[in-house]
């Protein structure tokens, strides 16, 4: 019933957006793209490419980013208490090293170490040797096994509110608490073992992260059930084999992509949070189903060599 007092809109009239709605709606956009932005590990030129970050701060972005208004929400209700680094409270130089940029936003041209090897643009000389080596000895090598894959898609899931190399230095203590990252003991954490890891500085996991990897290995082990192992799962989308790009230019390597977006879109059906298809795709390249290696870089003929099998 509506109330006696009650005004009726004059029709033909509509409200037009103040401007604090306008505002509002152009900080979400920004948000968003400062997200996106530092997830990828190679810098992206904005005008470059048919899917740059303008053309991902849209309804799709909204509705597949990891970031979706409900993990906004239960961020802001179950980490009240909780302190997250956040992409604003970086220096200018840490915000360089997370875009993996130069100052004229696109990545050092001298790629090598003093070793006369040429690498990815986004490895330069000032790159720290964790991150080097992850380069050079995981990312774009096929990983079939189940644990290994749980815990590439964990941390990649991280690159929400981390870079690369913070979570590669911390990768070892990542292992320690989330039980070597297998499935099935981490989907036991009681509420006690997610309050231990929370209150664990050094670890420095938000509320919300926690609770979304106990949940994830979860899903984890409903996908094993269904299928017999998360690996035939996840290489069912690849037909068993890695796709090996050939991009010759870092602004020709897409922040998501078909196979990435399919993925996330089940990913989050049956259940699963921080999986949206610009992360899925990270974790897609980390795990080897998808190798992106620059052609001029040392490890595009190394990991090339090892994705060619039957």
Not at 200 to 214: H, M, P, T, Y
Not at 301 to 306: D, G
Request: glycine share 6%.
């Amino acid at each position: 019933m509506s109330k006696p007092n009650a005004r009726k809109p004059k029709p033909g009239l509509v409200k037009s957006p103040s401007a604090r709605d306008y505002q509002r709606e152009k900080t979400g956009q920004s948000f968003i793209s400062k997200h996106l932005k530092k997830i990828y590990p190679l810098g992206i030129n904005r005008t470059s490419s048919s899917q740059s970050l303008s053309s991902l701060s849209s309804n799709d972005s909204a509705q597949n980013f990891s970031l979706t208004r409900m993990e906004k929400n239960t961020s802001k209700t179950k980490s009240a208490t909780t302190t997250v680094p956040m992409p604003c409270r970086l220096k200018p130089q840490e915000r360089r090293e997370k875009l993996n940029v130069g100052e004229q936003g696109i990545g050092d041209n001298n790629s090598e170490r003093g070793d006369g090897l040429k690498r990815c643009h986004w490895i330069t000389k000032t790159s720290d040797e964790v991150y080097v080596a992850f380069h050079d000895m995981q990312w774009g090598v096929p990983v079939f096994e189940d644990n290994q894959l749980f815990e590439l898609l964990v941390l990649s899931g991280m690159l929400i509110y981390h870079l690369w190399t913070e979570i590669l230095k911390r990768r070892e203590q990542y292992r320690e608490a989330f039980l070597k990252f297998d499935p099935s003991g981490v989907a036991k954490m009681n509420e006690k073992d997610i309050k231990d890891i929370i209150g664990n500085k050094s670890l420095a996991l938000a509320e919300n992260q926690v609770r979304s990897i106990v949940d994830n290995a979860k899903c984890t082990l409903q996908i094993v059930k269904e299928f017999g192992s998360f690996g035939r799962y996840i290489w069912g989308y690849m037909n068993y084999k890695p796709v090996i790009n050939r991009y010759r230019y870092p602004k020709s390597v897409p922040l998501r992509s078909p196979k990435a977006e399919a993925i996330s879109k089940d990913l989050l059906r049956r259940g699963f949070r921080f999986v949206g298809p610009v992360i899925v795709l990270s974790f897609m390249q980390a795990a080897g189903m998808t190798m992106d290696h620059l052609v001029d870089c040392f490890r595009f003929s190394e990991c090339a060599s090892l994705s060619d099998f039957d």
